[in-house]
C-alpha cells in the first residue's frame, strides 16, 4: 500500500483561503494520478481534482477557476489550493493516489488518505 498523509484543513470564512497537501510514502511502487475527493454526510464522495503524473489537470465543475492542484513528483506531494471558498466547500477532504506495482508496473490500485476537514462558515 502506499501511505498518503493529509495536512491543511480547518475553518475559514467565506471567500477565503485553504491550503491542502498530501504526502505519499510509496516504497517499491510507482505513483500514477493523484488528486482530492470530498465528501459530506450523507452524500456520496465526489472527485475535486485530479494531476496526472505528467501534469495535466482536471477540476470538477463546482471548483474550476477557485482550486488549483499543483504536484511535486520529486517529493511525492500532491497540493490543492482553495480560494474564494464558499461554505458549500464544506466537506471532508481525501487525497488519493493511483500506483502501480512491481515488477510489471501495468496495473493501477488506489489508495486514499484519512482525510482532512475544511469547514467554511461566518
Known amino acids: 500500500q502506499v501511505q498518503l498523509v493529509e495536512s491543511g484543513g480547518g475553518l475559514v470564512q467565506p471567500g477565503g483561503s485553504l491550503r491542502l497537501s498530501c504526502a505519499a510514502t510509496?516504497?517499491?511502487?510507482?505513483?500514477?494520478?493523484m488528486g482530492w475527493y470530498r465528501q459530506t454526510p450523507g452524500k456520496e464522495r465526489e472527485l475535486v481534482a485530479t494531476?496526472?503524473?505528467?501534469?495535466?489537470?482536471a477540476y470538477a465543475d463546482a471548483v474550476k477557476g477557485r482550486f488549483t492542484i499543483s504536484r511535486d513528483n520529486a517529493k511525492d506531494t500532491v497540493t490543492l489550493q482553495m480560494d474564494n471558498l464558499k461554505p458549500e466547500d464544506t466537506a471532508v477532504y481525501y487525497c488519493?493516489?493511483?500506483?502501480?506495482?512491481?515488477?510489471?508496473?501495468?496495473?493501477?490500485?488506489?489508495?486514499w488518505g484519512q482525510g482532512t476537514q475544511a469547514t467554511v462558515s461566518s
Open positions: 510509496r516504497s517499491v511502487f510507482r505513483l500514477n494520478d
Open positions: 494531476v496526472s503524473n505528467s501534469g495535466t489537470t
Open positions: 488519493y493516489c493511483n500506483a502501480r506495482r512491481p515488477p510489471s508496473y501495468t496495473t493501477d490500485f488506489l489508495n
